[in-house]
């Protein structure tokens, strides 16, 4: 199954220039990134003995910031944005690049994964395919595992409805146009999903529109 707007959503384009907008976090989109990440990669924390995928990993910003890993795969639909990643672990034999759809990727057969972990790439999934995502990624999932994530996201409808209507007042109507193109998580939906597969979940708020959520089997430690 592959998510039905990867093309549309493939950065090529914005490759270039991506490393620079994501420090521009004075912009509603942007803000709480690098907190987010550094959340993400806390809660990750993985060891020298753990199997790692980074889904829609990008120019590798937060693959950067993981403490250690024995292996690495990092995902992305986007040519141009792994060839970016590439570049920051030149001869890292432990890292692995596979250009694929978040959903496509999940086809192959494959190994199970100590720690999932992805950054601002989910939104680009419909409600259903986020669920479909969750699934493939529980499915793949060691004992003990967690899955960590940073997106952007709502708490809920009423919420969604109120931060569009801040927003339609205040005139911004190109972030609007932004919001209203991509599907941004509905949090209190996904950790439903999380929940039915037998996981807890955690979240912590990065911005008004940036959220982490932290899912790993009951009984965990971490």
Not at 9 to 20: I, L, S, V
Not at 51 to 58: C, S, Y
Request: charged residues 25%.
């Amino acid at each position: 199954m592959r998510s039905r707007h990867a093309d549309r959503f493939n950065h090529d384009d914005d490759a270039p220039g991506y490393d620079t907008d994501v420090k521009r976090e004075a912009h509603p989109i942007r803000a709480g990134y690098s907190a987010a990440l550094d959340w993400v990669a806390a809660k990750a924390a993985p060891t020298g003995s753990d199997e790692v995928l980074d889904l829609g990993t990008g120019t590798g910003n937060l693959a950067l910031r993981l403490p250690d890993f024995s292996r690495l795969t990092g995902v992305d639909v986007s040519e141009a944005m792994l060839e970016r990643a590439a570049g920051k672990f030149v001869a890292d034999r432990r890292v692995n690049w596979v250009q694929d759809d978040l959903l496509g990727f999940f086809e192959c057969p494959g190994p199970n994964y100590d720690v999932v972990v992805s950054s601002y790439a989910v939104h680009h999934l419909t409600e259903d395919e986020k669920a479909a995502l969750f699934a493939a990624i529980a499915s793949r999932l060691a004992p003990g595992g967690r899955v960590v994530f940073a997106d952007l996201m709502f708490e809920n409808a009423p919420e969604r409805s109120r931060i569009l209507a801040g927003y339609r007042e205040a005139g911004e109507g190109a972030l609007l146009a932004d919001i209203e193109d991509e599907y941004f998580w509905d949090l209190e939906t996904s950790t439903a999903v999380w929940r039915d597969l037998g996981f807890r979940t955690e979240t912590c708020r990065f911005s008004t529109l940036s959220w982490g959520l932290h899912v790993h089997a009951a009984g965990s430690p971490r």
